[in-house]
């Protein structure tokens, strides 16, 4: 079959356009041939793992998704022809595809698996068979056999369950809704080789749900627009400064009194959902418990805990935020409490993740010249009680098996010693990325001048008639807002020796939510997250070594972003309609 299709694909034509895939395969090969999806088309998941029943289960739930989509999203591709084009295939004859045949070449690793323990790869084969085919159904696409034909099929291989979903996502993007030929849906891409497997292995979203509250609904929401993008983390900063919404059943007075409101926390159960919601479609969920900074909605509940808390109104002098506020250091009340918060929740994680985010950004100083067992200010009197107190936290994350990560400031401004496995979140620059590599520790990446999401919207805070022509015109700390290609330029491993790029375990993009939640999320994430996907899944650069370009990417970004839509996902428009209908017509 191989040698046949070979010849096919040789022959290969540029369509004009709807030809997205996003994020691109690391190796795609297509032509021009018209294929149906038969709508009672099976999947076959014939591996040698009949008795591997969660892997099972897994592939069929997420085929039994994947066939959701693919019928009912509905996407006519009219935007990205020139006015007039007749872009539906003429008739509706083709090989229409009966069978999706899914090959598990292994079994899946116990989950949750560590870095460098799973693999993503897959193959996507969708090849033109001989015969020919009328569509007369219900849908116009029920095949008719015609005279010495079989039926199409698509073929997949992949190493892991996890492997087959990034197929079946890679799947839904190759088809169209066919209006004219009675609701059928059809591919003008076959035949189809496509080889594909991640650059790096962390592809995640830091999504802050503590500034605002976000329902449960809008997360698993978000859970599936990531899979969609290929990407395979959500990073949850569950708390912080301004509210506590994580149920915590052994301290039941951390959200009772320290969420925003009755009602907006989230229950063991909720949080249970968020983790098997993400763990079914691909997507690790990493909860972030900053400390010890961010952590004044601590004191709602347990005053004596926290340091400095809401000093107003010069809280500047005490945190980046209000409400001021830290936990005490070298307290064995704090020590006691943290002991117990991570007894209560790292079990109930542990199945899902063997990571756990310690925070650690944004220390403020003067604040421990408030701490009774601090009083000061001095770096070298607060370097090891900082010390003491995240040796104190990691030792019992080692306890359940977890292992940490931490902001950046944590290694680069305080120089501490860390867990030699521990995992660094860069966001300050390139420079410091390049640092933590040099200090032998693995790292993230997501510099806040490329991929902070909630960047270029403006201040927040109310400015007296004092300080009003100070601030005029109230841009933010990190205006401008980053537009989707400048996500696009960032390349998490730039400048790095092949050796160090292999510390980059990936990248995040980020969501801090001072002005983002449920109502405009969708449209601040997406499609930027998207194009952060794109570098993170297919690489900055492309086979060849070179950057990808926005010619390329641009088409196959605005018609991923119509699937979005159409998906419920309120993502942004690339650009104006008429370049969509006007491919090359918009370069400079
Ligand atoms: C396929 O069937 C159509 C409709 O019957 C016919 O017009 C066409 O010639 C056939 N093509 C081949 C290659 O047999
Ligand atoms: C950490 O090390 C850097 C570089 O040597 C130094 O500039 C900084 O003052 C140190 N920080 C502390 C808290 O000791
Ligand atoms: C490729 O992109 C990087 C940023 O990721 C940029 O620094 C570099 O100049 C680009 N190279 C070319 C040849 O455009």
Not at 98 to 103: A, L, N
Request: proline content about 7%.
């Amino acid at each position: 079959m191989i040698s046949k299709f070979s010849i096919a694909i040789a022959l290969l034509a540029l369509t004009t356009s709807a030809n997205a895939l996003w994020p691109i395969p690391q190796s795609y090969k297509h032509g021009d041939t018209t294929v149906w999806l038969s709508p009672d088309v099976q999947l076959v998941f014939d591996s040698p793992l009949e008795t591997h029943i969660a892997t099972k289960n897994k592939v069929r739930e997420a085929w039994s998704r994947t066939r959701g989509i693919i019928f009912q999203e509905r996407f006519v591709p009219w935007k990205f022809y020139p006015r007039g084009t007749k872009f539906e295939p003429e008739n509706g004859i083709g090989t229409v595809i009966k069978k999706v045949f899914v090959e598990q070449t292994s079994v899946d690793k116990p989950e949750p698996v560590r870095y460098g323990e799973f693999d993503e790869s897959y193959t996507l084969t969708v090849p033109v068979t001989g015969g020919n085919f009328t569509s007369l159904g219900p849908y116009g696409v029920e095949a008719t056999l015609g005279e010495g034909g079989e039926p199409g099929a698509v073929y997949i291989t992949a190493g892991s369950s996890l492997g087959v979903l990034h197929a079946f996502t890679t799947l839904t993007q190759l088809f169209y809704y066919s209006n004219s030929h009675r609701g059928g849906v059809y591919s003008k891409l076959a035949p189809v080789e496509i080889n594909d497997k991640p650059k790096f292995q962390h592809r995640g979203l830091n999504l802050d749900v503590a500034r605002q509250w976000y329902p449960k609904e809008d997360i698993l929401k978000t859970i599936d627009a990531l899979s969609w993008n290929k990407m395979n983390r959500l990073h949850l900063h569950v708390t912080d400064s301004q509210s506590w919404p994580l149920e915590i059943p052994a301290l039941p007075d951390l959200a009772a009194k320290g969420a925003y409101a009755d009602g907006l926390t989230y229950s063991p159960q909720d949080l249970q959902d968020i983790l098997t919601w993400g763990r079914s479609r691909g997507v690790e969920v990493i909860l972030e418990i900053d400390m010890p900074g961010h952590t004044t909605s601590i004191a709602e509940a347990y005053p004596e805990l926290i340091t400095g808390r809401d000093k107003q109104p010069d809280w500047v002098r005490y945190a980046a935020q209000p409400p001021s506020g830290s936990l005490k250091l070298r307290n064995p009340a704090v020590k006691k409490f943290l002991t117990t918060l991570f007894d209560d929740l790292l079990p109930r994680l542990r199945s899902h993740s063997q990571y756990f985010h310690t925070g650690g950004d944004e220390v403020n100083k003067n604040v421990y010249n408030l701490d009774e067992n601090i009083k000061s200010n001095d770096p070298a009197v607060l370097q090891p009680a900082l010390q003491d107190f995240v040796s104190h936290a990691h030792t019992e994350l080692g306890r359940h098996g977890v292992t940490p990560l931490v902001w950046e400031e944590m290694l680069l401004d305080w120089n501490l010693t860390l867990p030699k496995d521990a995992i660094v979140q860069t966001w300050m620059s390139g420079e410091s990325l390049k640092k933590v590599i040099e200090k032998g520790h693995r790292v993230i990446a997501g510099d806040y001048s490329f991929w902070y999401l909630d960047c270029g919207r403006g201040q927040w805070l109310d400015f007296l008639p004092a300080s009003y022509k100070y601030f005029h015109p109230f841009n933010d700390y990190c205006s401008p807002s980053k537009n989707w290609r400048l996500v696009y330029s960032y390349d998490p491993a730039a400048g790095l020796t092949q050796e160090q790029a292999k510390q980059v375990l990936g990248g995040e993009v980020h969501a801090w939510s001072e002005q983002i939640d449920p109502v405009n999320i969708d449209s601040v994430v997406w499609p930027r997250a998207s194009a952060a996907a794109e570098v993170l899944w297919s690489g900055r650069t492309d086979a060849a070594g070179n950057n990808r370009t926005f010619p390329d990417a641009s088409p196959r970004l605005a018609e991923f972003r119509e699937r979005l839509v159409l998906r419920g996902v309120g993502a942004s428009p690339i650009q104006q309609l008429w370049c969509h209908q006007h491919p090359g017509g918009c370069q400079l």
